[in-house]
């Protein structure tokens, strides 16, 4: 039985005062949903915050990204250790990031192993572009991003999200069942690389122009296990439908 999960994305919104704001209005309604796992990723200024006001909550805590070195002279970046101590997922491997900071498969990669380390859960983001999905190469590309992933990680609680590049922020999702079956093709894939029960365990969200409108025809289908939220992360009812849903559907009412 795998559990639901609806993560919200709050990528490079929000000041402090915002997030503060965001998580006292979405608390209480989230805290009422059980069944699913909810997790919310603030940017890295309001994590400590955010942990503070989450105290007691079955709400959990992310991060959007983090460095793989333990600690040192590297200016600007965040360790794993530091995450540690406020969250308890890691979103790594974001198309965000491959396409504007030139993350690689070997990067990320070792950013999962650095997180999964120090006990932080990963979500790992996979996903190709319009150009290799219109010419056929998505289960390819797709094969490569899962390369490197090993079946401890998929034991010790790593995440996929299937995000479709030319999904993300577009308001142009891919339909439940196009969706259903890449998500499939993933699952047969780590059944060959790792095994039937290992492909079984792992949780695969779907993510890309995710709303309160559209969810239930992703929820529906049997291989996709809940979402990575982004911009509808960022309204609090929106969020709390796209969590409510989620659990109804998947309680299998
Ligand atoms: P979106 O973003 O829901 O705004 O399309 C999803 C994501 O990038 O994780």
Known sequence: ?????????????????????LVE?????LDQIDNVDKVICPPFVSLAVVKELLKGSSVKLGAQNLYFEEK????????????????????????ERRQYFNETVELADKKVKAALKVGLKPILCVGETIKENESGRTE???????SLTSKQAYHT???????????????KSATGEQANQTIGFIRRHISQQCGQE???AVRILYGGSVTADNIAEFIKQPEIDGALVGGASLKAGDFLSIVKQT???????
């Open 247 to 253: 659990s109804s559907f998947k309680r299998g009412k």
């Open 72 to 95: 040192g002279a590297y200016t600007g970046e965040i360790s794993p250790l530091m995450l540690a101590e406020l969250c308890d997922y890691v979103i790594i491997g974001h198309s």
């Open 25 to 29: 209005e979405m608390r209480p309604g």
């Open 140 to 146: 390819e590309v797709l094969s490569r991003q899962l």
């Open 157 to 171: 609680g790593l995440v996929l999200a299937y995000e479709p590049i030319w999904a993300i922020g577009t308001g």
């Open 198 to 200: 290992t492909a079984q």
């Open 1 to 21: 039985m795998r559990i639901p999960m609806i993560a919200g994305n709050w990528k490079m919104n929000t000041t402090v005062a915002e997030a503060v704001a």
